[in-house]
Every structure is written in structure tokens, then in C-alpha cells.
């Protein structure tokens, strides 16, 4: 009798550690259960990275003409984010309108050479095809370059490298909005009566070949024009990148605005 009193006993003893043990994870299993971190680091922004005021030019343009004003803030946002460290400028924008241009232009020297050449009567059906191509590859340039193009100002990429490849695409668009005074009203100049500096951001952060995303933001945001030129024209390019550099960080952050 004592013997199989021996084995119950050790039946359950044995079945009492294995519930203890099943009941406490082991260090191992806690690792493996533990949540792994797939998002990588933030990339870095435009503000990690001085710019210095010893490499600029000074940028002086007229005052009363916003187109020129315009003119200055695009270029400032295009050298501000294609630098080395940051953004890779796409130009694919500027190759369509110039092939479509220089191509509209060989249409439009090969027409008139060939007409030029041979005689009139005889030279009309292909001068007729010549001018209708023109006017074809004139009308294509123009309508892309206001449907597909659009405002847009900068286009650009980045690849990094953090435990897997990480792609970033940027795309910014701006415009020129007007002040916001009624038009009857004679008000002297000063930041609130002048024309304001529009800027949309749109950011996207992916992996796996762009089938995983990662991040995605777009702010917009407007400055007077006032804030970044003074009574000379001349463009305070600090202030300018610093406000251009806050959205492009929100942007990466994922925000919207």
C-alpha cells in the first residue's frame, strides 16, 4: 500500500510544477511575444541640417510684382530641399515640356524648309500635315502643363537604409494668393494689404518596393510676402527656409493641415 501511495504522490507533485511552469513564461517566450519594432527611425529634416549664411547670394527682387515674388520663393524652396542630405530633385515636368517643345520646334523647321524647297502647290498636303502636328504638339505642352503640372514647384526622392529600404517622395505645390481687403478700400502698404505666399506639402514614407506605408502627410500653410522681403526687395532667406522647414517636418511627421 505504501508504494502506490509513493507514486500518486509523485504524480502529483510533478503534475503541480508542470501547471507552475506553464503558468510562468520563460524569459525566452517573453521576447518572443514582445512587440517588435517595425517602424524605423525618422528620417531627417530639412532643420537638422544648417544652411550657411555664407553661401548664399542675396536675393533682391521688385516688390510690386508678385510674379517676381513668386519667382524668388520657388527658387528658395528648390535650393533649400535638393541639397545633398536631403531630397534628389525629380525633373520629370521640365523633360516633357522641353521635348514637347524642342519636338514641336523640328515639326515647325521641317515645314518651313520643306515648303521653302519645293514648290508651293506641291508641298501643301505635307505642309498642311506639318502645321496641324505644331499645332497638336502646342496644344499638348500647354494642357499638360496646366492639368498635370499644375502648380507644382518641386518634386522630389530620397532612399535610406535602416534594417530595410526605406523610400521617401515628396511633391510641393505653390501659389500666389491675393490680400484679403476689399478692393474699394485705398489701404497703405504693410504685411496685412500685401499678396501672401501659398505652400502644400505632400509626403509619403514606404517600403517593400512602395507596397508598405510607412507614413503619409500633407500640410499647407500661407506667409505674406511682406514676412520675407523688406522695403528693398531683399529676401530674409532664414526666416523663409525656417517657415518652409516647420511644414516639410510636419509633413513628415505624418500631420495634415
Not at 518651313?112 to 519645293?118: E, F, R, V
Amino acid at each position: 500500500m505504501a508504494r502506490p501511495r509513493k507514486q500518486a504522490q509523485a504524480l502529483e507533485s510533478s503534475g503541480s510544477a508542470a501547471a507552475k511552469s506553464a503558468r510562468t513564461p520563460s524569459p525566452s517566450s517573453g521576447r518572443a511575444t514582445s512587440p517588435s519594432s517595425l517602424e524605423s527611425e525618422r528620417p531627417i529634416g530639412p532643420l537638422s541640417i544648417s544652411v550657411s549664411s555664407t553661401s548664399r547670394e542675396v536675393v533682391k527682387v521688385n516688390n510690386a510684382s508678385a510674379s517676381e515674388l513668386k519667382n524668388a520663393c520657388d527658387d528658395a524652396v528648390k535650393r533649400y530641399l535638393a541639397r545633398p542630405e536631403l531630397f534628389k530633385q525629380i525633373h520629370l515636368h521640365t523633360d516633357v515640356r522641353l521635348g514637347l517643345g524642342w519636338l514641336s520646334v523640328f515639326v515647325a523647321a521641317g515645314t518651313a524648309l520643306y515648303g521653302y524647297k519645293i514648290d508651293f502647290e506641291q508641298s501643301k498636303p505635307v505642309v498642311s500635315i506639318g502645321l496641324v502636328v505644331y499645332i497638336i504638339l502646342t496644344v499638348v505642352q500647354t494642357l499638360y502643363a496646366y492639368f498635370i503640372e499644375g502648380n507644382t514647384i518641386f518634386v522630389g526622392k530620397r532612399k535610406t537604409f535602416s534594417k530595410r529600404i526605406i523610400n521617401e517622395r515628396i511633391h510641393l505645390n505653390s501659389s500666389t494668393l491675393p490680400p484679403s481687403i476689399p478692393s474699394f478700400e485705398a489701404a497703405p502698404p504693410s504685411p496685412s494689404h500685401a499678396p501672401s505666399y501659398q505652400l502644400t506639402v505632400s509626403y509619403v514614407r514606404s517600403t517593400n518596393g512602395g507596397k508598405t506605408l510607412l507614413t503619409k502627410g500633407r500640410t499647407k500653410a500661407a506667409q505674406s510676402y511682406a514676412a520675407f522681403f523688406d522695403e528693398e526687395g531683399v529676401m530674409d532667406q532664414d526666416a523663409f527656409e525656417r517657415w518652409v522647414g516647420e511644414l516639410v517636418e510636419a509633413g513628415i511627421d505624418g500631420k495634415t493641415s
